[in-house]
Nanobody, 123 residues
Framework: QVQLVESGGGSVQAGGSLRLSCTAS???????MAWFRQAPGKEREGVAF???????RYADSVKGRFTISKDNAKNSLYLQMNSLKPEDTAMYYC??????????????????WGQGTQVTVSS
């Protein structure tokens, strides 16, 4: 089972930027990896997806502001978050679907999760 470890969360003011990192314990870049987030009292939602074929997808709420990328040599996944808004405040989780190249948005298909990193955006 692959282990995922996130880092890079923190507190910023609205309009600021953060870069989240996720390091996998083994080779995963040929499979789907994604970032999810969960705010208090809300369901966990998909934010950005990176397929094993190089495809990317974003939630409408973050399009144009967030960028997902991979560093295959480092088994790492990143999320560059710009123009942050208070509504982006949440726990952010790295996830992997080690069985598929294509990414589904349903969180239930993901079989590996990181412990989460908190992002807080103040107005």
């Amino acid at each position: 089972q692959v282990q995922l470890v996130e880092s890079g969360g923190g507190s910023v003011q609205a309009g600021g930027s953060l870069r989240l990192s996720c390091t996998a314990s083994r080779y995963t870049y040929a499979k789907c990896m994604a970032w999810f987030r969960q705010a208090p009292g809300k369901e966990r939602e998909g934010v950005a997806f990176s397929g094993g074929d190089g495809s990317t997808r974003y939630a409408d709420s973050v399009k144009g502001r967030f960028t997902i990328s991979k560093d295959n040599a480092k088994n790492s996944l990143y999320l560059q978050m710009n123009s942050l808004k208070p509504e982006d405040t949440a726990m952010y989780y790295c996830a992997a679907d080690t069985r598929r190249v294509y990414c589904y948005t349903d969180r239930l298909v993901y079989n590996a999760w990181g412990q989460g990193t908190q992002v807080t955006v103040s107005s």
